[in-house]
Nanobody, 118 residues
Framework: QVQLVESGGGLVQAGGSLRLSCAVS????????MGWFRQTPGKEREFVAS????????SYGNSVRGRFAISKDNDKNTVFLQKNSLKPEDTAVYYC???????????WGQGTQVTVSS
């Protein structure tokens, strides 16, 4: 089993920055990828970013590419999402996710709310 706990959400003004953290525990040796999704009421969950746990190769969703950056600290078993140039449409619950089967994100955190005011 893998446990994921997000932190760092909150209220920020448009144009500002925020960094989310995700503490990873449990069978971390099974992890192949970590990532972030987000969801707003009435919409489907949206892929934000992912990173390979061992090699660090990152991917981003179209709506955040160039503004957000995903990173990791394997020694501390933590994944980060640095969010810059925030827009009101970035308002969502952000979920940290982990993959142990290389086919899907099979572990999800509880989510952290990010609200961007205009």
């Amino acid at each position: 089993q893998v446990q994921l706990v997000e932190s760092g959400g909150g209220l920020v003004q448009a144009g500002g920055s925020l960094r989310l953290s995700c503490a990873v525990s449990g069978r971390t040796f099974r992890i192949s990828h970590m990532g972030w999704f987000r969801q707003t009421p009435g919409k489907e969950r949206e892929f934000v970013a992912s990173i390979m746990w061992d090699y660090g190769f990152a991917s981003y969703g179209n709506s955040v590419r160039g503004r957000f950056a995903i990173s990791k600290d394997n020694d501390k078993n933590t994944v980060f999402l640095q969010k810059n140039s925030l827009k009101p449409e970035d308002t969502a619950v952000y979920y940290c996710v982990g993959s142990t089967d290389r086919a899907s994100f099979d572990y999800w955190g509880q989510g952290t709310q990010v609200t961007v005011s205009s």
